[in-house]
Antibody, heavy 119, light 105 residues
Framework: EVQLVESGGGLVHPGGSLRLTCAAS????????MSWVRQAPGKGLEWVAN????????YYVDSVKGRFTISRDNAKNSLYLQVDSLRAEDTAVYFC????????????WGQGALVTVSS | SYELTQPPSVSVSPGQTASITCSGDKLGNKYASWYQQKPGQPPVLVLYQDSERPSGIPERFSGSNSGNTATLTISGTQAMDEADYYCQAWDSIYVFGAGTKVTVL
């Protein structure tokens, strides 16, 4: 069974940091592009970042460039999102998702991890 | 930046057909995907490459994409289809529409 399980969310002050983890199982993790997508409370979906199978290519939405870092460890079947310099507008559920390529559909999503930025 | 426009809501009676549109500049030149999201759950891919259904998605879900508009059609809508639906296209990044709430009355 394909599973993506996010962890590492929580309450953080503005300017703070968190590291989100997405643990993958049930498929060959190293053969998929992986993305982070977020959803602010009551709002729509916003793609945040993605990373190539071997980690050699990484892409970000403009609003998080320089603050967020995506990475992966294929030996541990894990995807990460280091989120720094957090702002109130970063408050959202963060989903990890897999896709066959950089541009193709997001085929399977995890349950999400809530990040709340508040003083 | 590229934008996709969806109606905020669509209402449909059980057994009838629901159509959800997604508009974007020359969207027909791109592939559209559609995701279903129920409250408290992650999105589920229901269509990709305009009209392809992933394994496990019922045949009542179909799609088209031409000109500036992609359309998700749910035929014989069931109560379980009540959800938010998001269209998505690729334009250097993944772009999502704002979502359409489908209510089955």
């Amino acid at each position: 069974e394909v599973q993506l399980v996010e962890s590492g969310g929580g309450l953080v002050h503005p300017g703070g940091s968190l590291r989100l983890t997405c643990a993958a199982s049930g498929f060959t993790f190293s053969t998929y592009w992986m993305s982070w997508v977020r959803q602010a409370p009551g709002k729509g979906l916003e793609w945040v970042a993605n990373i190539k199978q071997d980690g050699s290519e990484k892409y970000y939405v403009d609003s998080v460039k320089g603050r967020f870092t995506i990475s992966r460890d294929n030996a541990k079947n894990s995807l990460y999102l280091q989120v720094d310099s957090l702002r109130a507008e970063d408050t959202a559920v963060y989903f990890c998702a897999r896709s066959p390529s950089r541009k193709q559909q997001l085929v399977f999503w995890g349950q999400g991890a809530l990040v709340t930025v508040s003083s | 930046s590229y934008e996709l426009t969806q109606p905020p809501s669509v209402s449909v009676s059980p057994g009838q057909t629901a159509s959800i549109t997604c508009s974007g500049d020359k969207l027909g030149n791109k592939y559209a995907s559609w995701y279903q999201q129920k409250p408290g759950q992650p999105p589920v891919l229901v269509l990709y490459q305009d009209s392809e259904r992933p394994s496990g998605i019922p045949e009542r879900f179909s799609g088209s994409n031409s000109g500036n508009t992609a359309t998700l059609t749910i035929s014989g809508t069931q109560a379980m289809d009540e959800a938010d639906y998001y269209c998505q296209a690729w334009d250097s990044i993944y772009v999502f529409g704002a979502g359409t709430k489908v209510t089955v009355l």
